[in-house]
């Protein structure tokens, strides 16, 4: 997960959630980059679920499309206050697989499902559980990943600015707009 480490996201449902996972694949690694308020009371929560937070908590980082290119999924915890996660968006078009809150914005930016796996906020029973399908199920993880690919042309500069010039303009308009 890439995120401030502050109220408005929940890191503290992933970290418990992956300590349950991580009794059953103890080779797994969660990391989190970012930084923020909250880093000392979740590295705390980390240490209490018997995880070793040096090894989870990366801090800041410029290296985000670096550290997405080697994970094997996405997890993205957050809350109601959520706003439209960039950071989702970012998962999304590096097409890694995506287990996040179905919050806010999150379920659009996963097409309601489509392209990640949503869940509810704070139930962490529910995160661990769908760590272990998403893990024991390759198959799943590659078929989620083709979507959120696929998704991500949602996101293009050229689709997003042809979807805003067709909102603001009668389709007679359009092509001339896209073309200055």
Not at 135 to 158: I, K, N, Q, S, Y
């Amino acid at each position: 997960m890439t995120a401030r480490l502050d109220e408005i996201k929940d890191q503290a449902t992933l970290i418990a959630a992956f300590a349950k996972f991580h009794r059953h694949v103890p080779h797994s690694r969660l990391l989190l980059a970012g930084d923020g308020p909250l880093r000392h009371d979740l590295e705390q929560h980390a240490r209490e679920a018997g995880l070793d937070p040096a090894a989870i908590f990366l801090g800041r980082r410029s290296d985000i499309p670096e550290l997405l290119g080697q994970a094997d999924l996405f997890a993205y915890s957050t809350t109601s206050a959520e706003g439209a996660p960039f950071a989702l968006i970012e998962a999304v078009a590096a097409g890694l697989p995506i287990l996040s809150t179905a919050v806010a914005a999150c379920p659009e930016i996963l097409d309601s499902g489509r392209a990640g796996m949503l869940l509810p906020s704070a139930a962490v029973d529910l995160w661990a559980e769908a760590l272990m399908e998403l893990w024991a199920d390759p198959g799943r993880r590659a078929r989620l990943a083709a979507a959120a690919r696929e998704r991500a042309e949602a996101f293009d500069v050229r689709t997003t600015a042809a979807t805003v010039y067709g909102q603001l303009l009668d389709g007679h308009e359009v092509a001339a707009a896209i073309d200055r």
